[in-house]
């Protein structure tokens, strides 16, 4: 008898907590849309993925459109330019964030893909603050992705105190739009030649900063928009008469720095309703504004 | 014994108000009981289709890169370069990675499980038996996520500067933590296995005048060797298919470290690959199936393994029944033989990593107080040997639970100052780096009771069917055997097969009911575990005087097997919760968004979850230091929090029954 009490009283118990998360979940749910809502309109909900160097911009976007649009719902994932392009050309999202343009073969089996260009990156070469290098030529970044560099004491004016001065070499992962940048493309570093096997492969552009933030003797790669405080990003030139160019917006904007490209969006067909709504907003002066924040440069 | 009144009191009811009706319902009573009995033979197929579907939808999409580089090409390649023109996938660099690492886990976990284990079941008090096994129960409950922050935060950053390498990303690094995760697997099913051992094996080794340490390490240790052996196994299954943690710390560089045992080069393994590159591929790609073709790799490397191990303890299990004596002997003739050659490789390996992590200076003392140590060995006294032999079996306990306080004591005190109300209660802002958790810890809770929404009735009908409905047969030991496969199933494995069949496939979408289907489909052969377990323990003498009432097998089941094992079902599945939300791989594909203003308002909807949370802070949001600890400890104490319960549950339940 008392085991059976026991169990009801477990199941009861039980039950209750149940309830009372849920309506605590529900409740809170309520407090969470109140602000400014306006209780009439429809809400509507919009998915964005893809690019992880395209996602600060659209959450920040995002955070600012529906500030003033509260029945708007924006959700945002990463996953990469390949996700983007892929989901949003099988409209799994709405909006698909790329950091490249599209492939040949992606071309041809989502020809309904409309491109929208959002913003203009360069990618930046970063090492931790505690390396004194203050530039470095293309040729010898190349030469240390390729693995024929495997020391800072080899490149002119570098030097990392208190280390053996070894060159931990950080990439992105083999579907990263940012690698395939920085590995092929014309603007890029390595134009075609594949990098040292021995390299860390991290996931993110986050990754790659957060990565060299804690090691002494890295470099890596990251879009402009994540350079911060914690990493140091290094002049670049190309040819010893030429001038080191510095990875800012300034010399994005002007094309003076050479490692530079487009970030785009992806809609399947030409966009209507919230989806191009968006889109807009982040063209407008408003939403370049935020692109200008998020260290990013601005279309025109 | 209040137990049986209860029951049959409330059978007696029961029966009265049926009588009149018997005559005239026979029939459909008959009915009712063939529909009740094919729905749980239905739900016990679900194991066996789950399977089968995780089997066909692997090799489907896996299907066009074997067709293309053919499978030896696949495995024996030492390039994996999917970017390159042409793009190149050879796994074999992958497979060296995940051995090795493994291997060096269990170089690390393997001793101290052994010790520990030795400790709890022969040498503890009582009150410090009752203080380790909550622990290591601990260490076990803690998520993967949750020790690859530690181990990329604290354990990389040692490692980096105590052998002032470059990067602390290292093979190493991977080892240790998984090491740490293998340990309660191992110590639990060693401690089980040197307590199953016959009392009178150490009663007589201690009557011949046999010190404890004799009787422990000639009698008791030989004695539970195949019982040990399937433990470590079971640990080296557990490892193999880690991914988070090992993604984390690893450095994931695709390369063979040069020398072969330079454990502080970067490694990449199996599963860490899929974990960074499966979200990014482009789908029906070359690339993509690539990665499917890693994961049936995977899956029957882990399959491989697991069965070895089930097959060891079915063994033991059997001889401790009394039956298949030969079969054992064999084995442990085996096992004899072969102690030798392994004990001098075992010995070899540690003197070349002594050598290689440590200056010379370090490494040749070293050895010669081994060596020493060796020679001395058999000339001290017996009591000398076994004071030696505690002291290292309490060394062993001590760095074990020193594993967990630092382990712990990092996250809270980091963590600790990040909670409040607001953090608890709002949105994160500025990509996690302010801002709170709330819809994380919201998402969570939604993936984890939908999972177990999903997989507890096909859990529970499974079991019933299997204990109360058949004996053993054909169709119950393919049901069992594909149970143990279900179980062995690398947790990624699961996300990659949610991604294909649930999100493409079925075109859920990454949505919230494609992490519940996944993550349940993840726990259900522990829930089928638990509810046998409890089953079979409800005498058959209570069924019996049931039937013998007149009542039906479904009377009998709902009416009186069903109610007492209720407490081990729930405890089962409260645990089974405990692991779902602390899970990362399944979901990360499948179910979860970086960021979200709503909470999900319908099954389709995307969610956030804590464990993916963390990951991201942790591994690509600079600047976020106070709320990713916070995240970790948030997500800590709710994964503590539930096994917490499940114990104080079983703990209680276990009192009452010998009581």
Not at chain 1, 174 to 186: L, P
Not at chain 2, 199 to 215: H, N
Not at chain 2, 357 to 369: E, H, K, N
Not at chain 2, 467 to 494: A, C, K, M, Q, W
Request: with cysteine; charged share 15%; glycine share 8%.
């Amino acid at each position: 008898m008392n085991l059976k009490l026991n169990i009801r009283l477990f199941v009861t118990v039980g039950l209750i907590v149940l309830l009372a998360g849920a309506i605590a979940v529900a409740g809170c749910t309520d407090t969470m849309q109140k602000p400014g809502a306006v209780p009439l309109v429809q809400k509507q909900s919009i998915k964005v993925s893809g690019s992880t160097t395209v996602l600060p911009i659209a959450q920040k976007a995002a955070e600012a459109y529906m500030a003033t649009h509260p029945n708007a719902d924006i959700q945002i994932s990463g996953g990469g330019s390949g996700v983007g392009i892929q989901q949003s050309g099988e409209k799994t999202v709405d909006i698909g964030m790329s950091s490249r343009d599209l492939k040949a073969t992606e071309n041809t089996k989502y020809p309904n893909l409309v491109k929208h260009i959002v913003a203009k990156d360069g990618i930046a070469l970063v090492v931790n603050p505690k390396n004194e290098i203050r530039g470095i030529q293309a040729a010898t970044v190349a030469d240390i992705y390729t693995g024929k560099i495997t020391l800072w004491t080899q490149v002119p004016g570098a030097h990392v105190p208190d280390t053996n001065n070894q060159i931990v070499v950080i990439g992105r992962d083999s579907a990263s739009g940012t690698r395939e940048f920085f590995d092929t493309h014309a603007n890029g570093i390595l134009k075609g030649t594949p990098p040292t096997k021995s390299m860390l492969e991290k996931n993110s552009n986050g990754a790659v900063a957060q990565t060299i933030t804690q090691t002494p003797g890295a470099i890596g790669y990251v879009s402009i928009g994540f350079v911060t405080g914690d990493v140091k990003a290094l002049p670049v030139w190309y040819n010893d008469s030429s001038a080191a160019v510095a990875p800012t917006r300034e010399n994005v904007l002007s094309g003076a720095y050479p490692i530079n490209r487009e970030l785009f969006m992806f809609t399947n067909s030409q966009p209507s309703g919230l989806v191009a709504d968006f889109i807009g907003f982040i063209r407008s002066p408003e939403g370049q504004k935020i692109v200008e924040e998020e260290g990013f440069v601005r279309i025109s | 014994m209040d137990l049986n009144n209860g029951t049959i009191e409330e059978s007696g009811p029961l029966r009265t108000r049926r009588v009149p009706q018997i005559p005239i319902s026979a029939q459909s009573r008959e009915r009712k009981e063939k529909v009740i009995k094919t729905v749980w033979f239905l739900t016990a197929l679900s194991a066996i289709l789950a399977i089968f579907f995780i089997l066909l939808f692997l090799l489907r999409d896996s299907l066009p890169i074997f067709q293309q580089a053919g499978i030896v090409q696949f495995l024996v390649g030492t390039t994996w370069y999917p970017t390159g023109s042409p793009p190149e996938y050879g796994i074999f660099v992958l497979i060296v990675g995940t051995v090795l690492v493994t291997l060096g886990a269990m170089v690390f976990a393997v001793p101290l499980s052994i010790g520990c284990a030795i400790y709890i079941s022969e040498l503890a008090p009582l009150w410090a038996k009752n203080l380790l096994k909550p622990a290591i129960e601990l260490l076990a409950g803690i998520p993967s996520v949750v020790y690859g922050f530690f181990g990329l935060i604290v354990l990389t950053d040692v490692i980096r500067t105590t052998f002032d390498i470059p990067t602390g990303e290292t093979w190493l690094a991977g080892s240790i933590l998984l090491g740490i995760m293998a340990l309660p697997t191992i110590i639990s099913i060693s401690e089980d296995a040197i307590s199953m051992v016959p009392r009178e094996y150490k009663e007589g080794s201690l009557a011949i005048g046999a010190t404890r340490w004799q009787t422990i390490s000639q009698v008791l240790i030989p004695s539970a060797l195949s019982g040990i052996t399937a433990a470590v196994i079971l640990g080296f299954g557990r490892a193999i298919g880690e991914t988070m943690a090992v993604l984390m710390v690893t450095g994931n560089a695709a390369i063979i470290p040069d020398p072969i045992w330079n454990i502080l080069s970067p490694v990449r393994t199996l599963t860490g690959t899929l974990g960074i590159e499966m979200g990014e591929v482009a789908v029906g790609s070359d690339h993509y199936a690539a990665l499917f073709g890693i994961a049936v790799i995977l899956l029957a490397i882990t399959l491989i393994i697991n069965t070895v191990a089930v097959v060891i303890l079915n063994n033991l299990r059997e001889r401790q029944m009394g039956s298949a004596p030969t079969r054992i002997t064999i084995l442990q003739n085996l096992i004899a033989r072969l102690r030798r050659p392994l004990v001098i490789c075992g010995l070899f390996l540690v003197v070349i990593a002594i050598i290689m992590i440590a200056p010379l200076s370090i490494a040749l003392p070293t050895l010669v107080v081994l060596g020493a140590a060796y020679c001395v060995k058999d000339r001290l006294s017996p009591h000398t040997a076994e004071q030696v032999a505690f002291c290292f079996i309490t060394a062993a306990v001590i760095i074990v639970v020193l594993i967990l306080v630092v382990l712990l004591q990092d996250i809270i005190i980091h963590g600790l100052p990040a909670l409040s109300w607001e953090f608890l209660t709002q949105s994160p802002k500025d990509l996690g780096r302010a801002g709170g958790i709330f819809p994380a810890i919201v998402g969570s809770l939604y993936l984890v009771f939908g999972a177990i929404l999903f997989a507890l009735p096909l859990g529970v009908g499974a079991a019933i069917y299997l204990i109360e409905y058949t004996t053993e047969s054909t169709v119950t030991r393919i049901i069992r055997t594909t149970v143990d496969l279900l179980n062995g199933t690398p947790s990624i494995v699961f996300g990659l097969f949610g991604l294909a069949f649930l999100v493409y496939f079925l075109n859920f979408g990454v949505s919230l009911i494609a992490g519940q289907i996944t993550l349940g489909l993840m726990v259900l052969p522990t829930i089928i575990r638990a509810t046998e377990e409890s089953l079979k323990n409800i005498p058959q003498s209570l069924r019996e005087g049931s039937l013998a009432l007149g009542a039906t097998r479904w009377q009998t089941i709902y009416r009186v097997v069903l109610p007492p094992a209720i407490p081990g079902i729930m405890t089962g599945t409260i645990l089974s919760i405990g692991r779902a939300a602390g899970e990362t791989a399944p979901i990360m594909f499948t179910a979860v968004v970086f960021s979200q203003r709503y909470l999900p308002s319908s099954l389709t909807d995307p969610v956030m979850a804590l464990p993916y949370h963390l990951y991201i802070l942790a591994t690509n949001v600079p600047g976020s230091s106070t709320n990713k600890y916070g995240t970790a400890l948030v997500l800590l104490l709710l994964v503590i929090g539930i096994y917490a319960v499940a114990i104080v549950m079983r703990s209680h339940f276990q009192k009452k029954m010998r009581g």
